[in-house]
């Protein structure tokens, strides 16, 4: 009985060791334990003396090709895993999907680097050069909206049209968010946690929460657990300060091809939202004006709005989405 005990006591401490094992490396930073719906591939950059690789999934139609092609650029807290439903609609109308990670985000390497989006656009150029693929159109949601409007006007001629899903950077952050140094939003980011990246995610991403939106959280909050997380964390930073140091607001004027918005109405998006007062945060981020005041600003835009909607609505309202989508191209 003696002996039986002993080792119950050793089997139920491997077990919790075990639990503790995974809660403490949850997901890599990298997100080689997450599955995307398509097989993805590997373009190799050369950078700042850095050999990196940016994952992408090249996705062909389902049915008879319309020789058209769609690229979709993520948000800053995400990656191509949440485009699934996007691709499937696009593959499913006959256009090949092209779909990065770009440096710094979801499975690509997460680079001690000068981030910028001119950069970003170039490596971005680049991937379609490699693929063969003359001009696409360009759907940017969240941070991929200046990402995809920095493109278009870098490469006017390779762009066929500009799309911009609840695009940030609509206004210029530096005119009324204080400053923060990049390492005082490390120390800040160092602060995530998966409870933390639900509650943001339920405040500030959609108007009701459901539990499917949890697998995004489960993505987004698992780094937290990794033995790696202080490297994501100073990536997040460094990327934050790209975000705030290159707006696009004040070239939207100089955008020169079809550009069309896709706005859900009750996006209340701030980038820095913590670093302002209540009475403050309600002054910006109210995408129900902005998205008409950028489409004014971009010559020929048009804009689709979407009622009762946050700031995914590819994910909130995917079906209402894909037809404004699908109708636009």
């Known amino acids: 009985m003696f002996y039986q005990k002993i080792s119950l006591y050793f089997l139920l401490l491997f077990a919790a060791t075990a639990v503790r094992a995974q809660q403490t490396d949850t997901l890599s930073i990298t997100l080689e334990n997450v599955k995307y719906n398509y097989p993805v591939k590997y373009f190799p950059i050369h950078t700042e003396g850095q050999d990196l690789r940016m994952a992408y999934m090249d996705v062909a139609p389902l049915n008879a090709p319309n020789g058209r092609t769609v690229v979709l650029f993520h948000g800053k807290n995400f990656g191509g895993y949440y485009w699934t439903n996007t691709i499937k609609a ?19 390497s997460k680079a001690f680097i000068h981030y910028s989006f001119h950069q970003m656009a170039r490596w971005n150029k680049a991937l379609l050069d490699t693929l063969g693929i003359q001009k696409a159109s360009i759907l940017g949601h969240s941070m ?26 609509l206004e210029d952050y530096r005119s009324f968010i204080p400053y923060v140094s990049t390492d005082d939003q490390y120390k800040t980011e160092l602060k995530a946690t998966a409870e933390s990246t639900k509650k943001y995610y339920q405040s500030s991403y959609f108007t009701v929460w459901k539990p499917e939106y949890d697998e995004l959280v489960r993505i987004a909050g698992g780094v937290t657990n990794s033995a790696d997380f202080p490297r994501w964390a100073k ?27 896709f706005i859900g109405k009750e996006d209340k998006t701030i980038v820095g939202k913590g670093l302002l007062s209540p009475d403050q945060q309600a002054l910006h981020g109210q995408y129900r004006f902005l998205g008409k005041q950028t489409a004014a600003k ?21 079906t209402e989405f894909n037809v404004a989508l699908l109708g636009s191209l």
Do not use: W
């Open 298 to 318: 971009i010559p020929g835009a048009k804009i689709v709005e979407f009622e009762g909607c946050g700031h995914i609505p590819h994910i909130e309202i995917p």
């Open 235 to 261: 990536v997040a930073a460094m990327t934050f300060t790209m975000i705030y140091e290159q707006p696009v607001v004040h070239e939207f004027i100089n955008v020169r091809v079809p550009t069309i918005l």
């Open 90 to 108: 696009l593959r499913e109308r006959g256009f090949r999907v092209i779909v990065p990670d770009q440096i710094g985000f979801g499975k690509s």
């Open 144 to 169: 991929g909206g200046m990402l995809a409007t920095r493109f278009a006007l870098l490469y006017p001629e390779r762009t066929e049209k500009l799309l911009l899903e609840n695009p940030i950077g």
